[in-house]
């Protein structure tokens, strides 16, 4: 009657949420990576605050690959032309 274990549905719910981070974390780290370009005067804190928001990017980004995660839909900066 019951087609999924619980812990798969777990693992989804958790799939889902690890992915929608990365999405967060990915644009967050776009828009200041934009902002310290545009900024004449570069803020080491600005700076630090661009490198943190990378870090936190790529982690989540090799956590989704070491648990082999995969994306049921492609997102926007995948299917944007330029």
């Given amino acids: 009657m019951f087609h999924f274990k619980p812990q798969q549905r777990l693992r989804k719910t958790t799939d889902q949420q690890l992915l929608?981070?990365?999405?967060?974390?990915?644009?967050?780290?776009?828009?200041?990576?934009?902002?310290?370009?545009?900024?004449?005067?570069?803020?080491?804190?600005?700076?630090?605050?661009?490198?943190?928001?990378?870090?936190k990017y790529n982690f989540l980004f090799m956590e989704a690959r070491r648990r082999g995660t995969r994306a049921l839909t492609l997102n926007e900066g995948v299917t944007r032309r330029y």
């Fill in 20 to 55: 929608s981070q990365i999405d967060k974390a990915k644009k967050n780290w776009l828009w200041l990576r934009k902002t310290e370009a545009q900024d004449i005067d570069a803020d080491p804190e600005l700076t630090q605050k661009v490198r943190l928001q990378r870090a």
